[in-house]
């Protein structure tokens, strides 16, 4: 198994830029989401989904958007990035056969926006 | 609202040095308490859990123990090594999907 893994792992955007991060993972688990990690601040719950067209928003979800189409895909949109948007981003999974409070991490992407 | 409060780092240690770190949290009800650990370029990782009061977590060597009437949950391990250098998070969870997470605490450790 892969686990869960993340594209790209690093990228640089320009103000205005839009771009996708991708997020997989194998396990065939429910439930899957998206934090960033600044410094000082710990991980902040960005989207969530609960299954395959099921997304709601966490604790900073303006200026990303989601999807689910499938268990497996749950890919991060940013539409129009902004400076404020530099940071690291986890995606996560859990399921319900291994504990669906154990989450699941990838390797992170790094963004930095100019 | 519900919360984790983490000592701040770095945590510079000696090899075969105790540690502790420190966490606490804020939380109505029972939550679901973990440490996730993190090493240098990777994403977190599970290193142990507890799900109710007075349960002992532990796995390589490290142990935590909820403790409901201090409300905390510090990490410690007898003798750390170089390898265990990286940031550990303290979180907790109410038996769902969402964590919520304490800001990290850096651990440094030298030969």
């Known amino acids: 198994n892969a686990g869960v893994t993340q594209t790209p792992k690093f990228q640089v955007l320009k103000t205005g830029q839009s771009m996708t991060l991708q997020c997989a993972q194998d396990m065939n688990h429910e439930y899957m989401s998206w934090y960033r990690q600044d410094p000082g601040m710990g991980l902040r719950l960005i989207h969530y989904s609960v299954g395959a067209g099921i997304t709601d928003q966490g604790e900073v979800p303006n200026g990303y958007n989601v999807s689910r189409s499938t268990t497996e895909d749950f890919p991060l949109r940013l539409l129009s990035a902004a400076p404020s948007q530099t940071s690291v981003y986890f995606c996560?999974?859990?399921?319900?056969?291994?504990?669906?409070?154990?989450?699941?991490f990838g390797p992170g992407t790094r963004l930095l926006v100019l | 609202g519900n919360s984790v409060t983490q000592m701040e780092g770095p945590v510079t240690l000696s090899e075969e040095a105790f540690l502790t770190i420190n966490c606490t949290y804020t939380a109505t009800g029972y939550p679901s308490l973990f440490w996730y650990v993190q090493y240098p370029g990777e994403g977190l990782q599970l290193l142990l859990k507890a799900t109710k009061a007075d349960d002992k977590g532990s796995n390589k060597g490290f142990e935590a123990t909820y403790r409901k009437e201090t409300t905390s949950f510090h990490l410690e391990k007898g003798s750390v090594q170089v390898s265990d250098s990286a940031v550990y998070f303290c979180?907790?969870?109410?038996?769902?999907?969402?964590?919520?997470f304490g800001t990290g605490t850096r651990l440094q450790v030298f030969p």
């Open positions: 996560a999974s859990s399921g319900l056969a291994g504990g669906r409070e154990t989450q699941y």
């Open positions: 979180a907790l969870s109410y038996n769902t999907d969402k964590l919520i």
